[in-house]
């Protein structure tokens, strides 16, 4: 079965600082990753998703993500943190078959600190 | 603001009592996913409609049940609630089915039962 692990329940980084985010993925077949972010109250809001090529992915809000094959994993990355960046981040994985259902993570709270 | 509308809001209730969830998706998207977030089971696939028949299930109860409407709505009904079902419901939604396409979520449906 698909599966993906968030080790971290929290990451605290200060504002200007780098910050990851650390995933990693369990499949059968192609992993299909994403990355869906959630503010307070809010709906998750999509950040960026690794089908195939680039091994380095871009997407919102200046967030990106490396996968890695050979580690199984799909951190989540910015150079630079902004303190409205802390949110709650989820990393999901495709599951696999006919389906686009997503199995998502337990979620890892950031708090960017000013 | 991510397209899909999903309404109530907010739902307040008591045990044993029968409500119904509303979703509209995405302007031309076929495929209508259900989730339920809560502090215990973490964000959970419940089912998957496509173009007005069900494609997947994942842990739903039998108290749960759903549709898709020819005019792609789709409305989650849980019946005979207990306290363990109050949580965060989303509604999700994609293009098509069995594709790498991001999901977009609502804003979701908070259900509160007492």
């Known amino acids: 079965a698909q599966s993906v692990a968030q080790p971290e329940d929290q990451v605290n980084v200060a504002e200007g600082n780098p910050l990851t985010v650390k995933c990693t993925y369990s499949?059968?077949?192609?992993?299909?990753l994403f990355w869906y972010v959630q503010y307070p109250n809010r709906g998750l809001q999509f950040l960026l998703k690794y089908i195939t090529g680039d091994n380095l992915v871009k997407g919102s809000y200046g967030f990106e993500a490396e996968f890695n094959k050979s580690q199984t994993s799909f951190h989540l990355k910015k150079p630079s943190a902004l303190v409205s960046d802390s949110a709650l981040y989820f990393c999901?994985?495709?599951?696999?078959?006919?389906?686009?259902?997503?199995?998502f993570g337990t979620g890892t709270l950031l708090a960017v600190q000013p | 603001d991510s397209g899909v509308t999903q309404t109530p809001k907010h739902l307040i209730t008591a045990t044993g009592q029968r409500v119904t969830l509303r979703c509209s998706p995405r302007?031309?998207?076929?495929?209508v996913y259900w989730y339920q977030q809560s502090l215990d089971q973490g964000l959970q696939f419940l089912i998957q409609y496509y173009n007005g028949e069900e494609r997947a299930k994942g842990n739903i109860l039998e108290r749960f049940s759903a549709q898709q409407f020819p005019d792609l709505h789709s409305e989650l009904n849980l019946s005979s609630l207990e306290l363990g079902d109050s949580a965060l419901y989303f509604c999700?939604?994609?293009?098509?089915?069995?594709?790498?396409?991001?999901?977009?979520f609502g804003p979701g449906t908070r259900l509160t039962v007492l």
């Open positions: 499949v059968s077949g192609n992993p299909y």
């Open positions: 302007s031309g998207d076929l495929s």
């Open positions: 999901a994985v495709r599951d696999g078959g006919a389906t686009n259902k997503l199995i």
């Open positions: 999700a939604s994609s293009v098509v089915e069995g594709t790498y396409n991001e999901q977009f």
